[in-house]
């Protein structure tokens, strides 16, 4: 059975920087690409960032471009978002979740399995 489990998540004061890790169990993790979706109070789920199996191709939402950097590490069967600079709008909290496709995609619907989700606070 897959599971994700993701960690790192905390307050920080803007312009802080937090590194957010997702686990996984089950499945073989270099066969699928990975991203990471957040959740604001009130808001539908957004896409953040992704990482394609195999090169690694990676896809940003523009609000991050330049802030955050995904990356994996299939010897650990784990993916990461390193957030720089962050903001109060980052406020959310952050899933990560596997896809079958082959490139980084934005499309909630394409991720079949998702984690419970890590809460990033920032504060003004």
């Known amino acids: 059975q897959v599971q994700l489990v993701e960690s790192g998540g905390g307050l920080v004061q803007a312009g802080g920087s937090l590194r957010l890790s997702c686990a996984a169990s089950?499945?073989?993790?270099?066969?699928?690409?990975m991203g990471w979706f957040r959740q604001a109070p009130g808001k539908e789920r957004e896409f953040v960032a992704a990482?394609?199996?195999?090169?690694?191709?990676?896809g940003y939402t523009d609000s991050v471009k330049g802030r955050f950097t995904i990356s994996r590490d299939n010897a650990k069967n784990t993916v990461y978002l390193q957030m720089n600079s962050l903001k109060p709008e980052d406020t959310a909290v952050y899933y990560c979740?596997?896809?079958?496709?082959?490139?980084?995609?934005?499309?909630?619907?394409?991720?079949?399995?998702w984690g419970p989700g890590t809460q990033v606070t920032v504060s003004s």
């Open positions: 990482i394609s199996r195999g090169v690694g191709n990676t």
């Open positions: 979740a596997r896809s079958m496709r082959i490139f980084p995609n934005s499309d909630y619907r394409q991720y079949d399995y």
């Open positions: 089950g499945g073989t993790f270099s066969s699928y690409t």
